[in-house]
């Protein structure tokens, strides 16, 4: 069985930061790219940013120069640096990740969200 829980995620005045964590546990043998996506009320799911088990990253245009997604292989962990958030950063994060299991089965798995609100 594998998890992905989330934290981080608070209530933020406009110009301010947060850092989101996304740590995986359970049976797993490797962890390939990790994501963090997020859903405002009435908007569908987007994707935010992505990293490589290398390293290498990309981001959504409306996120580019202001946050950084970084990963800890070590803990099994993702990280997302928000700064300079704006109102329409206001939605629910996921993190999620495709997974080797023990089994060498490969899956993409999914955390329950945490909620990030950007308002004064």
């Known amino acids: 069985q594998v998890q992905l829980v989330e934290s981080g995620g608070d209530l933020v005045q406009p110009g301010g930061s947060l850092r989101l964590s996304c740590a995986a546990s359970?049976?797993?043998?490797?962890?390939?790219?990790m994501r963090w996506y997020r859903q405002a009320p009435g908007k569908q799911r987007e994707l935010v940013a992505s990293?490589?088990?290398?390293?290498?990253?990309n981001y959504a245009d409306s996120v580019k120069g202001r946050f950084t997604i970084s990963r800890d292989n070590a803990k099994n962990t993702v990280y997302l640096q928000m700064n300079s958030l704006k109102s329409e950063d206001t939605a629910v994060y996921y993190c999620?990740?495709?997974?080797?299991?023990?089994?060498?089965?490969?899956?993409?798995?999914w955390g329950q969200g945490t909620q990030v609100t950007v308002s004064s």
């Open positions: 990293i490589t088990s290398g390293g290498s990253s």
């Open positions: 359970g049976s797993i043998s490797s962890i390939n790219d």
């Open positions: 999620n990740a495709d997974i080797y299991s023990r089994l060498r089965q490969l899956r993409r798995y």
